[in-house]
């Protein structure tokens, strides 16, 4: 199993960026696919999570609701999440993170991340 994330940056409050998860090593179209993120000195935290199965909504941290959308393509084995509305608090290594049978987002198999910083 492989993730590997991108599209992380610097972003001024407000700014937006969008993370990209290419996936391989499993047959990513079966999957529940996910985002999580920990913040410096923080535990890691769950952001997004997105089904593989078309009719199961996504669902969002109370945290980033309205804010950050999951979206997938499975043709291209990747998750996607956008970042609108970034604010000093969204600072944090995200990470995407593979369905796992037996854990939660947060103990489930996760790339090396990509850093997202919103400063002024």
């Known amino acids: 199993v492989q993730l590997v994330e991108s599209g992380g940056g610097l972003v001024q409050p407000g700014g937006s960026l969008r993370l990209s998860c290419a996936a391989s090593g499993f047959d990513f179209s079966h999957y529940d696919m996910g985002w999580v993120r920990q913040a410096p000195g923080k535990e890691f935290e769950w952001v997004s999570s997105?089904?593989?199965?078309?009719?199961?909504?996504?669902t969002y941290a109370s945290s980033v609701q309205g804010r950050f959308t999951i979206s997938r393509d499975n043709a291209k084995s990747t998750v996607y999440l956008q970042l609108n509305s970034l604010k000093f608090e969204d600072t944090a290594m995200y990470f995407c993170?593979?369905?796992?049978?037996?854990?939660?987002?947060?103990?489930?198999?996760r790339g090396q991340g990509t850093q997202v910083t919103v400063s002024s």
């Open positions: 993170a593979k369905q796992t049978p037996g854990r939660n987002w947060l103990g489930a198999t």
């Open positions: 997105i089904s593989y199965k078309d009719t199961f909504p996504t």
